[in-house]
């Protein structure tokens, strides 16, 4: 809900006047034109600026910018992926007139799509990159840095990151000029207080959050929602219900239904052990509310509040109702993510061809271009066909092979590098050296670099904790020690074999790492399961990382192997002293 709400407050803060319809239109059907010939465009649209500026005297400089305008009817229409691609194109075209301010509203526009999409990553990169372009010391600027800090805290916060996410939530109330934005971004840091059992930081916010929402009712009940729930988890004998019902009456009048939909989730929670039927009546109006609201999130939690509180027979209907709407959720917004990474490389992609264009075209005087521009007119249309044609051919060949080197040196790295390494390491640190076993590892690796160029990938392994520890325990010297918990037989029975392929070799990459780079002397690694999800925490006293985390080849492909299982990976590297590294993904 915060994020939605404050998308919609930055689209139509930017949003500038519309030009009339004949001018937008063409704009759109002359696209391409423009693509070829858009440094001639850019430098007679800058002579009609200058003649505009000129005329207007001293009036304020408007820059026309129809993609900036374009960007926002998809908006309206909910085609995100289209208006991601207008807000990338007005960036650029804000950026060749110099105004940092409108690429900056281009980016954090694109950065909350990111963020809303699951990509947290993404919405987190374009964020900083948005920063770049505002100033601190300009007035005007702070609106839009008060709503980019709060989408680096959303992605932050989402990504279990909670002490940046708070830095970057008191960051966008220091340049919040807006009171009703500052309640939501204090908000959210009360909520993340509430999440880390600090309630008394968390009741002191929403206090203060209550004290400037006397004239809005909506806000005053979400307030003091908040307040009573938060009372109840820090004392569990407080009696909040005349505040909770209070509020749902309020919710009720004002015929809000995001409220409303809170207030039966909060009053399900609060009689879950004292009063189970009401605790159940008020989960049946939360899913009903969600359903109506069309949340997937809500209903999810609807349903499971229902799966605990039914009889049996319906606890049943409603976990093959959860299963079905979860995997449908998750489906949804993993290929979101997938569309809006595949967009965000097609647009890099267009960007390096057009500069290169650029390049090439401001090399030549105004009045040959001016020639070049009438005599190409009537040819235009044939040259673009042809070129895209041959574009498409082009960059299709060049990214099949591409995509065959990244995948060919992906397995070099795995089966050739970090297989020679261990084997090294054993024999490093064996006094005994057993000739055979060493021989037949080489001969493994032979034969598994001799089918390097294939797909086949032997996935299955009937004791993988076994193989697991073989291959944590063969990095342990008298000088390092390696200690595993939890990696039991029982924790991988359900795991997908290719999964267990790629744990294997994210895990392989972690301990070549650590005997190359950091000097640790001990080393600690941890398996646990936690419903649905295994989450492995890495930790080891060495060197640790001081500066910008640097991503290697191997860790890049570590972060690609997490993608490939739906995992998330965190690294903490604050520490005083060593590193630590977690990463969680799901099972079925």
């Known amino acids: 809900m915060t994020t939605r709400e404050c998308y919609k407050r930055i689209l139509y803060a930017t949003q500038i006047n519309q030009r009339d319809i004949l001018f937008g239109l063409f704009f759109c059907n002359l696209e391409e034109i423009i693509l070829v ?10 002579i009609s600026f200058l003649s505009c500026s000129k005329e207007a005297g001293h009036q304020e400089k408007v820059v026309v910018n129809p993609y900036f305008d374009k960007a926002f009817e998809f908006v309206e229409t909910n085609k995100l992926d289209s208006a991601f691609i207008y807000f990338d194109k007005a960036k650029e075209l804000f950026l060749s007139v110099n105004d940092s301010l409108g690429a900056g509203k281009c980016l954090i526009n694109n950065a ?78 009360a909520k993340i207080y509430q999440e880390i059992g600090n309630y008394t930081e968390s009741l002191k916010l929403f206090q203060h959050i209550l004290a400037g929402t006397s004239k809005n009712k909506v806000e005053y009940a979400r307030a003091l929602t908040n307040i009573a729930y938060t009372k109840w988890l820090q004392n569990p004998n407080y009696d909040a219900r005349p505040e909770l019902f209070k509020a749902l009456t309020i919710r009720t009048q004002e015929k809000d239904l995001w409220g409303q939909n809170s207030s039966y989730a909060h009053l399900s929670d609060y009689y879950h052990k004292s009063i189970p039927d009401s605790a159940l009546y008020f989960a049946n109006r939360m899913y009903a509310v969600a359903k109506e609201i069309k949340s997937a999130d809500d209903q999810l939690e609807g349903l499971q509040k229902l799966i605990k509180l039914s009889p049996a027979a319906l606890s049943k209907h409603y ?21 809006f990474a595949l967009i965000r490389y097609e ?67 795995d089966v050739v590098a970090n297989g020679l390494y261990r084997v ?21 690796m032979y034969e598994k670099s001799r089918d390097i160029s294939y797909e086949k990938i032997e996935y299955e392994h009937q004791n ?24 039991t037989g029982e924790l991988w029975k359900k795991v997908d074999a290719k999964v267990k392929y790629e744990v294997e070799h994210i ?54 192997r997490i993608e490939n299982i739906q995992g998330a990976i965190t690294f903490e590297t604050q520490t005083e002293r060593g590193l630590k590294i977690q990463f969680s993904f799901p099972v079925s």
């Open 319 to 339: 976990f093959e109702i959860y299963q079905a709407l979860d995997d449908s959720v998750q489906t949804a917004r993993n290929a979101a993510k997938n569309q």
């Open 112 to 189: 909350i799509t990111l963020t809303e999409k699951g990509d947290f990553f993404g919405g987190q990169e374009t964020s900083l990159e948005a920063i770049k372009y505002l100033n601190e010391n300009i007035k005007k600027h702070h609106y839009y840095l008060g709503s980019n800090y709060n989408n680096l805290g959303v992605a932050t916060y989402n990504l279990k990151d909670y002490d940046n996410s708070l830095r970057f939530y008191e960051l966008a109330v220091k340049f919040s000029e807006d009171s009703l934005n500052t309640r939501v971004y204090l908000n959210n840091m």
């Open 507 to 560: 895990l392989q990459e972690f301990m070549v790492n650590m005997k190359k780079h950091s000097g640790a002397s001990n080393v600690a690694v941890k398996f646990e399961r936690n419903d649905n999800r295994i989450q492995i925490s890495y930790s080891d006293n060495g060197i640790g990382i001081k500066d910008s985390l640097q991503f290697n080849n191997g860790l890049k492909n570590t972060g690609t």
């Open 464 to 487: 993988f904790h076994e193989k697991m520890a073989a291959l944590l325990r063969s990095f342990a010297t008298d000088q390092v020690k390696v200690v595993l918990i939890g990696n």
């Open 347 to 413: 647009t890099e992609r267009h960007k390096a061809e057009n500069l290169k264009l650029q390049q090439d075209n401001t090399k030549k005087g105004f009045m040959l271009v001016s020639l070049l521009f009438l005599v190409l007119s009537g040819s235009v249309i044939v040259i673009i066909l042809y070129r895209k044609r041959k574009q498409r051919l082009e960059l299709k060949a060049e990214t099949a092979i591409r995509e065959n080197q990244l995948r060919t040196s992906k397995k070099v790295h």
């Open 37 to 46: 010939l858009r440094p001639l465009f850019l430098y007679l649209l800058f």
């Open 424 to 444: 090294m390491t054993e024999i490093e640190n064996q006094e005994d050296l057993n000739r055979d076993n060493v021989l037949d590892k080489l001969e493994d």
